[in-house]
C-alpha cells in the first residue's frame, strides 16, 4: 500500500477540516440567521461545487492558481512556490471544493433553532457570540459533527480536484490512490520482477 499518499491524505483532510468547520458555523449562522436580498444567490453560489464535476473545477482551481494567474504569480513572490501542485495548492482547492459539506449541515441545524430562542438570550443580554456559544452551538451539534464527518470523508474519497490541484508525479503525489493506479503499480512491479 502507499503510506506517503495515506498519510497525505489524512494531513489534507485534516486541516481541511480545521480552516473549514470554524468558517462553516460563521457562515452557515450569517446564512441561518440573516436576511437579504440576494441570500439565495449566495446560498447557489455555496452549493456550485456539488454540481460541478470534479474535474472541471479542478481545471478552473488549477487556472486560477497556475503561474499565469495574478493569484498564481503573487504567492510564489510571496512565497518563493508555486501554489499549484503543492500541498497549500491542495488546501486551498479543498477548502472550496468541500464548502457545501461543511457549511450546509450547520446552516439547517442552526434554522431548525426556534427564533424565540434567539429572543429569549438577547433579552437576557447576551451578545450574538455568546448566543452562538452557549446556545446555539449545543443545540445544533448534530449538524456541526455531521458537518465534520462529510468534510472529513469527502476529503479523503475526493479524486478529480486532488488530481487536478495536486498532480501525478512521484515528488508530488495526489492523495489516496485510485485502484486503477495501486493496480497499475503492482502490474509494473511485477512485469519487472519477471524480466529481471
Do not use: K
Not at 486541516?15 to 436580498?37: D, N, Q, Y
Not at 438570550?121 to 448534530?142: F, H, K, N, S
Amino acid at each position: 500500500m502507499e503510506w506517503d499518499a495515506v498519510r497525505l491524505s489524512l494531513a489534507l483532510a485534516g486541516w481541511t477540516l480545521a480552516f473549514l468547520l470554524p468558517a462553516g458555523i460563521v457562515l452557515a449562522r450569517w446564512l441561518a440567521t440573516a436576511r437579504f436580498a440576494g441570500r439565495h444567490w449566495v446560498e447557489g453560489l455555496l452549493a456550485l461545487p456539488l454540481v460541478l464535476p470534479p474535474t472541471v473545477l479542478g481545471y478552473y482551481l488549477l487556472v486560477a492558481m497556475g503561474g499565469g494567474s495574478s493569484l498564481g504569480r503573487w504567492f510564489q513572490a510571496a512565497t518563493g512556490t508555486t501554489l499549484a501542485f503543492s500541498f497549500t495548492g491542495l488546501v486551498g482547492a479543498s477548502l472550496l471544493f468541500n464548502l457545501p459539506f461543511a457549511v450546509q449541515p450547520i446552516q439547517r441545524a442552526i434554522e431548525a433553532i426556534d427564533p424565540d430562542v434567539r429572543e429569549a438570550a438577547v433579552c437576557c443580554g447576551m451578545t450574538p457570540w455568546q448566543t452562538l456559544l452557549r446556545i446555539e452551538l449545543p443545540l445544533a451539534w448534530p449538524g456541526v459533527l455531521s458537518a465534520a464527518v462529510l468534510t472529513f470523508a469527502h476529503t479523503l474519497g475526493e479524486f478529480g480536484v486532488v488530481l487536478m490541484v495536486g498532480g501525478t508525479s512521484r515528488a508530488r503525489r495526489a492523495p489516496w490512490p485510485s485502484p486503477s493506479t495501486i493496480a497499475r503499480s503492482r502490474s509494473t512491479r511485477a512485469r519487472q520482477a519477471v524480466c529481471r
